[in-house]
């Protein structure tokens, strides 16, 4: 069993000076009942050390960036050799084409693209876009997706799917929460009620097309390509957020992955990108059919700058990771060590009577604590948030190092081994003993 002595000194120290102690609310321990976070100090690979010399395994994975393990030999010479020769221009430089043909040639609905430094950013960006392109103002997204920060996606379901939106935070005005219209996900009735209501004021529909934030959720059959037909005969522009699921399940996007046979009825018009991309240095990226994406300047009229946007160290440390990931069978060993790790959390879990819901898709899962499947919003309420944050903190005492959050997925990396997923089963199997 661990002790943190140094982790709690540090939350005290870092409550005196950083707000809540974190620089992400995700990162607190309040959802899982409170208590300091661990304050981690090195990483390799797979594991974790924090600052007390506790080893974890992770499959916190940095929210998803993280998908070739910490400090992977290839991304730490890219960085290396980028931090030697200047790690911020402000001028173009080759490696940005570089890098955006890279993601062309894996995701054909991107003619053009732009780097920016985030998904809040990048998402931010494609919703300006649309605006300037349609000439509206409206929103539509979904219950339980997250498109970053910024205002207009941080507003929740008014009381049924035909009235606007309410802020989901304090300093959101409510003028521009009117502008948004939530509906539940896997629900074309309810999207295109919406758009009954208001399709001709709606300048897109925005999508996580395989949900990352309530749990890892396939759309169903036929979903996507409802979506992009109504949008479209609203005449509505259709925004997949690929943040978490760019090269997450295969070496391209959601919209690529094999599992939908017709790719080309559920195109998006614009993509919004980040994390994986970035292989863990700060990034994000959006892009989409040519006559869209002229409307950013300096081409078009649709203002949108950064600083720091499309910096040689991210885009060097991006393309390693994606160089990495275009090595044979990477997505396929993630794919069967998280099976594995499925299987096994699940047979466990019915040995000792806890109720369990797993959603996998290829090498991220989520763990539902409660009795029925998950495939909306709505249905992931019911996961026991309190036995949730027991699971946790069990798992913590064992050196497995989750995210203290009851929908955040369990994202498998290239580095895990059989061993680690044995590890973890083994754990696992003590903590539903102890619920
Ligand atoms: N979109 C999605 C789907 C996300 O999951 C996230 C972050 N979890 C974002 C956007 C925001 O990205 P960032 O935190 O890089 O701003």
Redesign the pocket.
């Known amino acids: 069993s661990q002790t943190r002595t140094r982790s709690s000194e540090l939350y005290e120290e870092a409550l005196k000076h950083i707000v809540g102690g974190v620089n992400s609310p995700s990162r607190s321990f309040k959802a899982v009942g409170g208590g300091a976070p661990v304050f981690m100090k090195r990483a390799e690979g797979a594991y974790f050390w924090d600052v007390d010399d506790n080893r974890y395994i992770d499959y916190l994975c940095a929210?998803?960036p993280i998908i070739t393990g910490h400090a992977h030999p290839h991304i730490t010479e890219a960085i290396t050799r980028a931090a030697q020769t200047g790690v911020l221009y402000g001028t173009p430089t080759e490696l940005e084409i570089h890098m955006a043909k890279m993601l062309k040639d894996a995701v054909p609905s991107l003619d053009k693209v732009r780097f920016v430094n985030?998904?809040?950013?990048a998402?931010m960006s494609t919703i300006r876009v649309a605006r300037a392109y349609t000439g509206r103002n409206k929103i539509i997204k979904f219950a339980g997706?997250?498109?970053?920060?910024s205002d207009l996606v941080l507003v929740a379901a008014g009381s049924g799917p035909s009235t606007l939106g309410i802020p989901d935070s304090a300093g959101i005005p409510k003028s521009i929460a009117q502008e948004v219209i939530t509906v539940p996900f896997n629900d074309l009735n309810a999207l295109e009620e919406a758009l009954n209501a208001w399709g001709a004021e709606t300048a897109a529909v925005m999508v996580?097309p395989i949900v990352?934030?309530f749990g890892m959720v396939m759309p169903e059959p036929g979903f996507l390509e409802g979506l992009c037909r109504l949008a479209r005969a609203a005449g509505a522009l259709v925004i997949y957020?690929e943040?978490?699921t760019g090269f997450r399940f295969h070496y391209g996007l959601a919209q690529t992955y094999g599992v939908f046979p017709d790719f080309a009825a559920i195109e998006p018009d614009l993509t919004?990108m980040?994390?994986i991309i970035g292989g863990g240095l700060p990034i994000?990226a959006y892009g989409g059919r040519k006559s869209v994406m002229d409307q950013v300047a300096p081409l078009g009229p649709a203002y949108q700058a950064g600083t720091m946007a499309g910096n040689p160290a991210s885009i060097a440390s991006g393309i390693a990771c994606l160089e990495v990931l275009q090595e044979a069978g990477v997505y396929e060993r993630m794919d069967a060590l998280a099976a594995k790790l499925a299987d096994g959390l699940q047979a466990s879990a019915n040995r000792h009577g806890v109720p369990l819901t797993i959603n996998r898709i290829r090498g991220s899962l989520s763990t539902h604590f409660c009795d029925h499947p998950v495939t909306n919003y709505e249905q992931s309420q019911d996961t026991d948030g309190a036995m949730f944050g027991r699971f946790f903190k069990l798992m913590l005492e064992q050196g497995i190092c989750l995210a203290p959050s009851k929908y955040e997925a369990w994202f498998l990396t290239t580095a895990h081994t059989e061993a680690d997923i044995d590890a973890t089963l083994e754990a696992a199997e003590h903590a539903f003993a102890a619920l």
């Open positions: 929210y998803g985030s998904g809040t950013e998402v997706c997250y498109h970053g920060h996580e990352g934030n957020d943040v978490i919004a980040g994390k994000g």
